[in-house]
């Protein structure tokens, strides 16, 4: 039986399971989309001034969703990098 094989098939199949990096860049991505879309949409019409005091007024707004976007991004990245950098190490 040729253990190479089987060894390099079982490394391949624990690479495809390393979905939290890509998924983290996803909720950057989005919460970067929002907030610019928040930017030139609210900016033209109601002032940067309005756009600002949506992130420190006590309602629940889009922008405070794209700062909780943001920190869900950066803890999956995180965890994404460190789990690759974890499967890369030599197994002894």
Not at 39 to 55: C, H, K, P, Q, Y
Not at 60 to 86: C, H, P, S, W
Request: aromatic fraction near 16%.
């Amino acid at each position: 039986m040729d253990f190479d094989k089987i060894d390099k098939r079982i490394r391949d199949r624990d690479r495809r399971k390393e979905w939290m990096f890509p998924l983290g860049i996803l909720f950057i991505v989005m919460a970067s989309i929002i907030l610019i879309r928040n930017l030139i949409l609210i900016s033209t019409e109601f002032g940067a001034e309005f756009f600002v005091d949506n992130f420190f007024n006590s309602e629940i707004t889009n922008e405070k969703f794209a700062i909780v976007m943001y920190g869900i991004g950066l803890t999956l990245v995180y965890f994404g990098k460190r789990k690759r950098q974890d499967s890369y190490r030599p197994r002894t």
